[in-house]
């Protein structure tokens, strides 16, 4: 191969790189929360959140067939308000934040729906990996989903045995690109 043909494939190679690059999205980890409702016995709702979101997005609404979502929380900047309940809820009772330190979903396929866009994929918590569909909007450069888990599919909080802590999880995620 002459000089000239190695120089056409070195831009050519660059090019692609940065083109690849440029639809991976930053993250705005300060400004990018997950929500979550928990209601317990007797209509009792705990509301919290987790941040320290960080990961990688390829999001161009043109080309779903090339999207994805790697995206992963501190497990231990859970947040509901309440110190010793906080406390609590990051011990090894839940979700044991020593071991495992994030919670993380992993896309698999990002679709257009009638109210924006369904990503099936799956959330590593508590090191038990499960499929999950998030369905979410993109709008201004955020990203706003909604699911449900269900805490015993994770093995978060097994050990207790009562029926004051709630077993469904409403779980909102807004996630802001810079």
């Known amino acids: 191969m002459n000089r000239s043909m190695k120089v056409k494939g070195l831009i050519i190679a660059i090019i692609t790189v940065l083109t690849i690059s440029s639809n991976a999205q930053q993250i705005n980890a300060e400004k990018s929360i997950v929500n979550f409702t928990a209601k317990g016995m007797f209509g009792k709702e705990v509301k919290g959140t987790f941040t320290g979101m960080k990961g990688e997005i390829n ?46 979903f992993v896309s698999e396929s990002i679709k257009k729906s009638d109210n924006g866009f369904i990503t099936n994929g ?57």
Do not use: W
């Open 59 to 104: 999001f161009d609404v043109n080309d779903l067939d090339n999207a994805s979502l790697d995206v992963s929380l501190d497990a231990a900047s859970i947040f509901t308000d309440k110190k010793k309940r906080d406390n609590h809820l990051k011990s090894e009772d839940f979700l044991e934040v020593n071991t495992f330190t994030e919670i993380r």
């Open 122 to 178: 799956e959330i590593k918590m508590h090191g038990v990996n499960q499929p999950a569909t998030i369905n979410f909007t993109f709008e201004n450069n955020t990203f706003t989903g909604n699911l449900q888990i269900n805490r015993f599919d994770y093995k978060i909080g097994e050990k207790i045995k009562t029926k004051m802590v709630a077993e469904l999880i409403d779980v909102e995620i807004i996630c802001i690109m810079n």
